[in-house]
């Protein structure tokens, strides 16, 4: 440190957690380095996550209990934020969602973290719990709310079930990026997805 530097800090007043932000954040790139190369969880360890940050696994251990505690804020930390919905209409918002989750398909960072969470939510159910409280659950509630204002603005049939409704919109863009892999995730599916299922399932116009 130059003398420059160190009376800087001593005019300074004492910021800790600024300073604790910032090796926060660089643990967590650290873990997102490593699952972007490759690694599985299951080889994560603590010693390798600390060398690859560059601080001492003392410093990871003053901040999580386990990996686990600590892949489960990586998680939190890479989902992006959820879609502005336009509202304009149950379509055009649905368009949006599952854009969102196409684009989180496309994402290298993304895809890591969900083909990791994937793969260890049965023998990490820490994991998959977290990840279900995190991100499935409010995207599902988003989904679901979408459908409900639908049906009760008449653009969406009153009979239907929206829980099998939401499964059957959101299903074939996770199975694209989940399951099939080798699978486009063009530009465009999101309408297309949308319009082919809302094809038979908007209210019959009674005949005058």
């Not at 998680?75 to 209409?89: F, I, V």
């Not at 694209?176 to 309408?191: H, I």
Request: hydrophobic share 40%; aromatic share 2%; charged share 30%.
């Amino acid at each position: 440190m130059s003398l420059a530097e160190s009376r800087t800090q001593q005019d300074c007043p004492v910021r800790g957690r600024p300073r604790s932000e910032a090796v926060e954040r660089a643990i967590v790139e650290g873990v997102m380095k490593l699952i972007e190369e490759g690694v599985p969880l299951a080889d994560l360890s603590i010693e390798r996550i600390a060398r690859t940050a560059g601080v001492g696994k003392a410093t990871i251990y003053r901040r999580w209990s386990d990996k686990e505690d600590l892949f489960v804020d990586v998680m939190r930390s890479t989902e992006p934020p959820d879609p502005e919905l336009p509202g304009t209409s149950m379509r055009d918002d649905l368009v949006v969602l599952l854009e969102s989750l196409r684009q989180r398909g496309l994402a290298s960072r993304s895809s890591a973290i969900l083909h990791n969470v994937y793969a260890q939510m049965k023998t990490s159910p820490k994991i998959w719990a977290a990840y279900h409280a995190t991100v499935v659950a409010p995207r599902r509630r988003l989904g679901l709310e979408v459908l409900r204002r639908g049906q009760a603005n008449g653009e969406l049939r009153d009979d239907l079930d929206i829980e099998l409704m939401n499964d059957i919109l959101v299903g074939p863009m996770l199975v694209r990026s989940l399951l099939r892999p080798e699978a486009k995730l063009e530009k465009g599916l999101a309408e297309q997805i949308v319009d082919t299922v809302m094809e038979g399932l908007r209210p019959v116009s009674s005949p005058s």
